[in-house]
Structure formats: C-alpha cells, structure tokens
C-alpha cells in the first residue's frame, strides 16, 4: 500500500490526461483475462491489453491477477486497430522498483541485505530483485580485506568469506538506465563519524595500533578523547605510503607490522574519513639541505627508480632527486645508460627544500 501511494503520486489522474505517452505508468482494473492477453479498464483514457512479449514475460504475475484488481501499467504503444492501449506490467513493476529505491537513497534508508557472491573488486548482492553491487572501497573499516601486496587472490578469498553474511547497508548510487545499483556498508556510519571526528583537528597527534597493512599504506585505530583504546568505538583512520617515513617505501610492511603501537599525527579530515602520518612526527631531513646541497654541487647517488619522468636518485635513505626523462631523450635510453642499484655520478641542478625536490643531471664522465 505504501508503494502504490508513492506512484500514485507520479501519475496523472485520468480525467486530466487527454491521451497517455508511450511510457507513461497509468493505473487500471482488471476486466478480462485471454489465453494469452490481459484486459485493462483505464476510464476515461479507454482500455488497455498486455498481450504478446509483454504478456509471456509477466505471466507469473499475472497469475495472481482476477477480476476488479487495480495494477498500474506502462504505455508501450499507441491505440492499436482494435482501439487498446498497448501496455506492459513487467516494465511498470520493474519502474516501480527503482521508484523505490530512489526513495530509499533519498531518505538515507538502512537496508539488509544477504551476500550473494565475490568478486576482486566487491561482494554481490540483490535489493528488490535488483542486482546490487558493493564495492571494497565501501566496506567497514573492520570488513576491509588487508591483504599485503595487494594479491587479487588473497582479496577474493577474503570477500568469499561474506557470501551468505547478511550486511547493513544505504544506497550509494543508482542508475535505472544502466541497471546500476551500487551500495555502502561505510554510509551508515557516515553521520556517526562525522560526528565523533569533531573532537579532532588536524594537528592533532594520536596514539594507536596499527590494524591493517595494505600496498598504499596502513590503517590505524586510535581511541575517542579520553577513552583507552581496547573501549569500543575507536575510530581508524589511513596512513598513506608517503606518509610513513621521508624515505622512499617499496612496501609499508618493511616500516611497520600489525599490533604495532605508534604515534601518528592527523594531516586531513574529510566528511568521515582522517587521514595521518608517522613522518610528520619526524624530523624532516630537507630542513638542512639547503646547507648541506648546492647547485652546481657534485655527489654520489644510487639509481632506485625508473617513472616516466625520469630516474629517482637515492642520495641518502631520507633524501631523493631526480634525473629528468629530459637529460636522456627517451626511457629506452635512459635504461640503457643508467641500472638500477647502481651508483652514478651527478650534478645538482636545483634544490628546492621546501618542496622537497631536488633535480640532477648525469656526470658525465672524462
């Protein structure tokens, strides 16, 4: 009943429709049944048949139907020669549906929903009969599959370990022509978060445990202001890759393990998610490199990196330059004039410690 209050409110009423567009959803009463045809009383707009394709592919539903029942309707096609309205149900229901749904994500509904099945990139599920997908990166904190290395199959068997689990979820983002339904676990907590976030501010430096160890970086629990962090309600938050150490990381397992008790401080807060650092605790190595490098200056590096834009030079652990793509033409070239953890002479050509740049030209040699 409630559902059809809400279409009833996105229909015309007949007797201020003159003649309905194909598409539109008109509310009629069942007179009639066929072998294969269902007749609609729709009042002042005449009748209507579902009949054909549209007939076989709700035939279940129609069933169901007898005599004075009021259903609504799609317009397929105009009146045909025999003066019907051509209509279909299953597309009505199907409209109904993500009416629905819509109304749902509008009013920020929690819904439950059973695991169906996994994939790399999320679980699978179904909403009204809707299939529905729920990506990794709208998992809970504590759902979140922390596979080192970022192993595809490592992920999948985790997120096989859902499949049957029933799970809190609001609707992310919808799309009826696309047949996309896309949810979140993490947008319940959303308001909650926010909330608890307000007693923070970037700046802030935080005690916790590291929970997670992830390619990017590493995830952090911490406790709420004046709580201990085994109470329930810690909050947790993100340590990218680049903000574990000055550096440079291959792999956040070599900084830090899971279990380990470190102080971090809180770098950003965006709506409910907080980002923080260990590296800002530490002492920055550039600080003394404007008087430590000079342009001009001659030093030793170690290749450790290829990109695009060039080669990144280790200096010393903490500090790196780069040699510009520029300085060799192309990236075949300079993979064949520089190896990787080899060392090489070079020339600074900038030093910028502020931004933490520093900028190298090959020496070449005599």
């Known amino acids: ?51 054909g394709r ?123 022509k696309e047949n996309k339904l896309i949810l979140s676990e993490k947008a319940k907590e959303s308001a909650k978060l926010k909330e608890l976030l307000k007693n923070y501010r970037v700046g802030d430096t935080v005690e916790g445990e590291i929970t997670g160890v992830t390619d990017f970086g590493v995830f952090i629990k911490f406790p709420l202001s004046g709580e201990s962090l085994a109470k329930e309600g810690a909050l947790e938050g993100l340590i990218h890759i680049s903000e574990l150490d000055w550096q440079l990381i291959d792999d956040p397992a070599d900084i830090v393990k899971v279990g380990d008790k470190v102080k971090a401080k809180i770098i950003a807060i965006n709506d409910d998610k907080v980002s923080l650092s260990l590296k800002a605790l530490k002492k920055d190595p550039w600080q003394e490199a404007e008087n430590q490098y000079k342009k001009g200056d001659k030093i030793e590096g170690e290749v450790v990196k290829f990109n695009p834009f060039g080669a990144f030079i280790k200096i010393t652990p903490q500090i790196q330059g780069l040699c510009h793509i520029s300085e060799f033409g192309t990236k075949t070239k300079m993979e064949e004039t520089l190896k990787l953890d080899q060392k090489y002479q070079f020339e600074i050509l900038t030093v910028e410690p502020l931004e933490h740049r520093m900028s190298l030209k090959l020496k070449e040699e005599k």
């Open 54 to 176: 549209e007939f076989i592919a709700a035939k279940n539903e129609i069933k169901k139907l007898k005599d004075g029942d009021n259903i609504f309707a799609k317009v397929v096609d105009l009146e045909n020669d025999e003066g019907y309205w051509e209509m279909s149900l299953n597309q009505a229901s199907n409209e109904m549906v993500w009416t629905e749904l819509q109304q749902k994500k509008n009013d920020s509904e929690t819904i439950k929903i059973t695991i169906t099945g996994a994939n790399k990139g999320g679980l699978l599920t179904a909403v009204s009969g809707v299939q529905a997908f729920l990506p990794v990166s709208q998992l809970m904190p504590e759902h979140y599959p922390r596979v080192e290395g970022a192993d595809s199959a490592k992920i999948l068997k985790e997120l096989q370990k859902f499949i049957g689990q029933e799970l809190e979820v609001k609707i992310f983002d919808l799309n009826s």
């Open 1 to 51: 009943m409630e559902e059809l209050s809400v279409m009833k409110d996105l229909l015309e009423k007949p007797d201020t429709v003159k003649s309905p567009q194909i598409g539109k959803l008109i509310e009629g009463k069942v007179v009639g049944k066929g072998r294969a045809s269902l007749f609609l009383d729709l009042g002042s707009l005449g009748a209507g048949i579902i009949y």
